[in-house]
């Protein structure tokens, strides 16, 4: 026997053979259009992202809408013999999804048919801050009417707990380095966004939309009282739910959320994936373009310090956001066939882009002026002016590809909250 070759057979992509599904009712048991993949299984099986030991692989991982209980099935034809494999056991399934699900997991059916019977007497934990109707294409094409529920979870009891651990599970399978947040510290906050819908019965049902956590961060603790920033940690879309716009309706909503409390200094983002940072800039351009004090002739102009304080008084915007926001609306206010125009707008951006560079630049003349040429071999690794200029380019052409991009999605398709 070929050992190598009856172990790749044995190698599955993790990716491929584990799938969700949302049950609404009996019949989605059956029904594809309920089920979804993973992005990323590294953080439940590995760096390699593979199972090994089992043949036909599938790992169901079924929930209810609302509640998220739980239905796991581990199918497979045939599973490797250890004797033939030099001891080399099959992986433990079960043992990775638990490190991950630290409940009970469900391996009967029949307590999930019924499980999904109990779904209408659950109600979303916490304060209900916004409610809105959306406008999505049904199955068929024609436009079907949503209704969605955003609630805000501040103090966290047992009940809530044991629910948060059901859903952050999600984020492991879609976002890359995701952690669980802890929940003894009571600095988070917590929102919920539910879609509200009727079952078969025509009973008021819930069902998990999206996701989001806020820390609380202090800038200045010692005051009376505190001034502090909310840090939007992470929003998460669940992926039935993706591609309608409910990622910007739910960090809007966060926003608006802090925009009243006169201790919050200004509202930030912690390290936003590019999909989450393109999300952030459409919202927030959008919302900006809006401001009197931000038409095309005053953006032409430059970025100013009346309109820096403008998009902080009204959106607390960060400085460091509010200056990506001009520049996104001034490259949409820019004739870029305009070679003089374009130009100014080019080194607008590249002065800013510059900035960090030129302090090495200042570094290297320094060392310059008190080493020897020799000596100077030692800082060898210091780029060349070409180098410079070549990285500065590059950065910035991946910089205007990423503004086109939000600019060309506020055309398409305008932010309404």
């Known amino acids: 026997m070929d050992v190598l070759a009856e172990a790749e057979k044995y190698t599955v992509d993790s990716n491929e053979v584990v799938e969700f599904k949302i049950v609404k009712s009996v019949?989605?048991?059956?029904?594809?259009?309920?089920?979804?993949?993973?992005?990323?299984?590294?953080?439940?099986?590995?760096?390699?992202?593979?199972?090994?030991?089992?043949?036909?692989?599938?790992?169901?991982?079924?929930?209810?809408?609302?509640?998220?209980?739980?239905?796991?099935?581990?199918?497979?034809?045939?599973?490797?013999?250890?004797?033939?494999?030099?001891?080399?056991?099959?992986?433990?399934?079960?043992?990775?999804?638990?490190?991950?699900?630290?409940?009970?997991?469900?391996?009967?059916?029949?307590?999930?048919?019924?499980?999904?019977?109990?779904?209408?007497?659950?109600?979303?934990?916490?304060?209900?801050?916004?409610?809105?109707?959306?406008?999505?294409a049904s199955t068929s094409g024609a436009p079907r009417e949503k209704t969605y529920e955003l609630y805000s979870v501040q103090n966290l009891d047992s009940d809530m707990i044991s629910y948060l651990s059901r859903v952050q599970p999600f984020l492991l399978w879609y976002i890359d380095c995701a952690s669980f947040v802890e929940t003894d510290d009571d600095r988070w906050s917590y929102f919920f966004m539910y879609e509200k819908y009727q079952n078969d019965s025509r009973e008021a049902c819930y069902a998990l939309a999206g996701y989001a956590t806020v820390y609380k961060y202090f800038t200045t603790p010692f005051t009376q009282p505190p001034s502090w920033r909310p840090r939007v940690s992470q929003v998460f879309i669940l992926p039935l739910h993706q591609g309608q716009g409910l990622g910007p309706r739910l960090y809007r909503s966060i926003c608006d959320r802090y925009l009243g409390d006169k201790e919050v200094v200004s509202i930030t983002v912690e390290d936003p994936s590019e999909e989450c940072q393109h999300m952030r800039d459409y919202v927030d351009v959008s919302v900006c373009a809006k401001l009197?004090?931000?038409?095309?002739?005053?953006?032409?102009?430059?970025?100013?310090?009346?309109?820096?304080?403008?998009?902080?008084?009204?959106?607390?915007?960060?400085?460091?956001?509010?200056?990506?926001?001009?520049?996104?609306?001034?490259?949409?206010?820019?004739?870029?066939?305009?070679?003089?125009?374009?130009?100014?707008?080019?080194?607008?951006?590249?002065?800013?882009?510059?900035?960090?560079?030129?302090?090495?630049?200042?570094?290297?003349?320094?060392?310059?002026?008190?080493?020897?040429?020799?000596?100077?071999?030692?800082?060898?690794?210091?780029?060349?002016?070409?180098?410079?200029?070549?990285?500065?380019?590059?950065?910035?052409?991946?910089?205007?590809?990423?503004?086109?991009?939000?600019?060309?999605?506020?055309?398409d398709y305008p932010f309404e909250n």
């Open 27 to 136: 019949t989605d048991l059956d029904n594809d259009a309920c089920s979804f993949k993973p992005e990323m299984s590294h953080q439940i099986f590995g760096q390699q992202e593979t199972i090994f030991g089992y043949l036909d692989l599938k790992i169901k991982l079924y929930f209810t809408p609302g509640r998220l209980f739980d239905y796991v099935n581990i199918e497979y034809a045939d599973k490797i013999d250890p004797e033939l494999f030099n001891g080399v056991q099959a992986d433990n399934i079960m043992e990775a999804l638990k490190k991950v699900y630290t409940f009970d997991m469900n391996t009967s059916l029949d307590k999930f048919v019924s499980a999904i019977d109990k779904e209408p007497h659950f109600k979303p934990t916490g304060e209900l801050i916004h409610c809105f109707k959306h406008s999505t």
């Open 292 to 411: 009197t004090g931000w038409e095309k002739e005053q953006l032409l102009k430059g970025y100013t310090p009346e309109m820096e304080k403008e998009v902080f008084d009204k959106l607390k915007l960060c400085k460091k956001q509010a200056r990506r926001v001009y520049e996104i609306l001034r490259l949409g206010a820019t004739n870029m066939d305009n070679p003089t125009e374009y130009k100014q707008y080019r080194l607008l951006v590249k002065n800013r882009l510059n900035a960090p560079h030129q302090k090495d630049v200042n570094y290297q003349k320094r060392l310059n002026r008190v080493l020897k040429p020799d000596e100077m071999k030692t800082f060898s690794c210091l780029d060349t002016e070409q180098q410079r200029k070549d990285k500065l380019h590059s950065e910035y052409k991946e910089l205007e590809k990423a503004y086109l991009k939000v600019l060309e999605r506020v055309r």
